[in-house]
C-alpha cells in the first residue's frame, strides 16, 4: 500500500509539503528571512559599484573618455595572456610544457581516483547497514589501498604546480633580462629615458612571481572542475537521471551572474595595489641609495613623513580591498559553498519522494547505499561547481597581474626613442657610423626633458688626440658622453664614434661589482683563472694601488669594495680598469677628483703611454697640458667652443684663464 502512494506522489505534492514544513519551521522562515536580506542587500551593492563606476567616468570627461578608448582599444585579457605564454610554452619540450602535461595527467587521474572513492564509500555503507561484515572489512582494505594512490595524487599535484610555476616564471624573468640587460641599453633608456619610469624591480620579481603562482592555481581551478564536471556528471547521470542535474547546474549558473553582478572591481585594485607596492619599495630603495646625502641635510624626519605617506596611501587600498574580500567571502561561501551542499541534498530528495529508478521497490539498504554514492558525488560535483563559480574572482586578481606582466613586455619591445622639445617631438635617427676616429657633424644635445643643452656641435677627434671638456654645472658635460656612448639617442646631425669595446668610460662615482678584488680591474669581463695576474699587479701599481692587494689578502678576496675602499682608492681601482681593457678612447668624468696631484698626472701619463686617447671632464686647470684641444659649453641657449690648446694658448690660459676657470667652476 506504501509502494502505491509513493507512485501517486507527483512533484507538485513535493513542492507543497517542502514549502508547507519551511514555512511551518522556525528556523526555515528564519533561512527565508536571511536570503531575503542578503538578496536585497546584495542587490543594492551591486547597484551602487555600478552606479559609482558611471559616475567616475561622467566626471573625468576627457581624460576618462581616453581611458576608456585606451580600454576599448587594448588587447584583450586573452591575447595578453597568449603573448605572454607563449614565451613558456614555445615548445613541446621545454620545462613549462612538460610539467603542464605532468600536472594535467595528475589531475585526471584524481577525478577517476574521486569517482571510485565515493562508489566504495556508497557500497561501504551498504554493507553497514546490511551487516554483512566480512565484505564491509574487505572493502575497508580496498578503500584503504585507493588511498594510498589517491594521498600520492594529491601530494604530487602540489609539486607539479609548484614546478609549473617556476617554470613559468624562469622563462619570463629570463626573457626579462635577456631584453632589459641588452645591448641596446635598454635598461638605462626605461631608468632614464622614460617618463613614465617602469618600476622593473617590482614587476620582475613580485609580479611575475604572482603571475606565474596564480595563473597555475587559476588553470587547476578550472581544468579541475570542467573535468570533474563532465566525469562525475555523466556518472551521476547514470546513477539518477539528467533532470536533478539539469536543476544542480542551473542552480550555479544563477548564481554565477548574481556574483559577477556583486563583485568589486578587484582587477583594478590589483593592479593597483602593485603599483602603490612598487612604490613605497622604491622609496626605500632610495635612501638606500642616497643615506649619505640624506645624513648630510639632516633629511630623516623628512624621508619618514614620505615612506610613511607611501606606506599609509597602500594601506588604505588594502583595508579597502580586505573589506571587500571580506564581504564578498561571505557571500560566495553562503551561496556557493554552503548553499551549493544543500541543493545538492535537495537534489536527492525527488528520486526517493517521488520514486525515480524504481527506488520505492528497493529495500532500505540499497536506497541507502543510492544514498551514500550519490552524496559523494554530489559534494565533489558541487566542489568543481564552486572552483568554476568563484574563479571569476581569481581571475580578476590574475587579469591585473597579466596587465603588469604584459605591460613590462611591451615596453622592453619597444623602449622610448623620442623627446618633447619646445611644441615638438623629436624622433631619434640612426645617422650614427663606427670608425677610427669621433666625429660630430652639426649635431644637437638634447636631454630626456626636451632642454636644449648644445647646438650644432662640429669638432673631429683623431687617435692620439686628447680633450678637455669644460664648462659650468648643467651646461651638458656628461651629456655629451651619454650621447656617444649611446645611452642617448641621436636626434640630429651626424656622428662617428669608435666600436663599443673601444670607447671606455670611467665615471666620478666608481662602480665596484660583487666579487673578488681581480673582479673590480676586469669588469665587465669575469676573469676566474690567475694567468693575467702578473699584468693584474702591474697595473695597480701603475695607479698607485701596489699595497693594497696585500693589505686585503690577495686578488681572490671577495668583500664589499664599496665600504671597504676609500674615495681616491675606488677611483684608482676604475683607472686600473681602464688599462686593462686599453681602448682606444677613454672618457674620465672628473674621475680623479679624490686623487692627488701626482698620482693624477701619472695615470695621464700611462694613458699616453699605452696610447689611450681620453676625454676628460674637469675644473682642474692643471690638466691642460695633458690635453691638445678644449670643448667648452657655455650652457646658454646650446653655445659651445673648441679651443685649440697649442703651448703659446696654454701659456695664456695659465696665465690669464686659469684663475677665470677655477673662481668659477671651483677646484676639487
Known sequence: MEQKSVRNKTWTDLAFHFSKTILEDKGGRAVLMIWGFGAVTSFAAGCYMHMKEAENKKKGGAQAKQQLKEKVNRESLIK??????????????????????????????????????????????????SREFTRMFQLQAVFGLYCVPAAIVNALLHFESHKLSLAIRESLVKHVHTKYLDNNLTYYKLSNLNRNRTDVDQRVSNDITRFSREITVLYGNLLKPCLEIVVISRALAKLMGFRQLVGFFLYFAISAVWLKFCMPPFARMTSLTQKLEGDFRTHHNRIITRSEEIAFYGGANREKEIVNDSFRGLKTVLNKHYLLQCATSILDSYVIKYGGTMFAYSMLIPAVYLGFNDLDKKPAIEVMEYYLTATQLFVALGTACKLLVLSHKQLQGVSGLTSRVYELLQVLKNPITTVEHGNTITQANNNITEGDEIVFRDVDIISPTGQLLAKNLNFEVKKGTNVLISGPNGAGKSSLFRLLGGLWPLHSGRLVRPPRSQLFYVPQQPYLVPGTLRDQITYPVHVSNTREDTKLLELMEAVGLSYLVTREGGLDTVKDWFDVLSGGEKQRVVMARLFYHKPQFG???????????????????????????????SHRPQLMHHHDFMLRLEGNEGRWQWTDLSEKKKEEQEQGQMKYYSIEEGTD
Do not use: N, Q
Open 80 to 129: 595578453e595572456w597568449t603573448e605572454i605564454l607563449k614565451i613558456p610554452f614555445d615548445g613541446l619540450f621545454k620545462p613549462a610544457t612538460i610539467h603542464l602535461f605532468g600536472y594535467t595527467g595528475l589531475l585526471l587521474i584524481r577525478i577517476v581516483l574521486t569517482i571510485k572513492i565515493a562508489t566504495l564509500a556508497g557500497t561501504l555503507g551498504k554493507m553497514i547497514g
Open 587 to 617: 672618457i674620465l668624468d672628473e674621475c680623479t677628483s679624490a686623487v692627488s696631484v701626482d698620482v693624477e698626472g701619472s695615470i695621464y701619463e700611462k694613458c699616453k703611454e699605452m696610447g689611450i686617447t681620453i676625454f676628460t671632464v
